[in-house]
Nanobody, 124 residues
Framework: QVQLVESGGGLVQAGGSLRLSCAAS????????MGWFRQAPGKEREFVAA???????????EYADSVKGRFIISRDNAENAVYLQMNSLKPADTAVYYC??????????????WGQGTQVTVSS
């Protein structure tokens, strides 16, 4: 099985930045699609960003329209980690952010593995 642990959440002012980290273990990391989802109060869990396999050790980032141009996903296969750099944060970004993994080239809407989540709160 794959285990995921998120970190880096916290309280930040609007316009600020945070960098979320996800440490993975228990699988062949380079073969897994990795992504980030979030769930705001009263809303369904939604897709935020994911890595899309393009070639061996080459990945492209995919993003929800709401975060394009502000968030950047990256991964470090040597460290079994995926990151989400969050810039120009807005109060609407407030949510619990979840790291996810899937044994696929492209992550599914319901990935196989989830972390426990990390809270991101953006104040105005």
């Amino acid at each position: 099985q794959v285990q995921l642990v998120e970190s880096g959440g916290g309280l930040v002012q609007a316009g600020g930045s945070l960098r979320l980290s996800c440490a993975a273990s228990g699988g062949t990391f380079s073969r897994y699609a990795m992504g980030w989802f979030r769930q705001a109060p009263g809303k369904e869990r939604e897709f935020v960003a994911a890595t899309r396999w393009a070639a061996e050790n080459v990945y492209y980032g995919e993003y929800a329209d709401s975060v394009k141009g502000r968030f950047i996903i990256s991964r470090d296969n040597a460290e079994n980690a995926v990151y989400l750099q969050m810039n120009s944060l807005k109060p609407a970004d407030t949510a619990v952010y979840y790291c996810a993994a899937d044994d696929r080239l492209v992550i599914r809407s319901t990935p196989e593995y989830w972390g426990q989540g990390t809270q991101v709160t953006v104040s105005s």
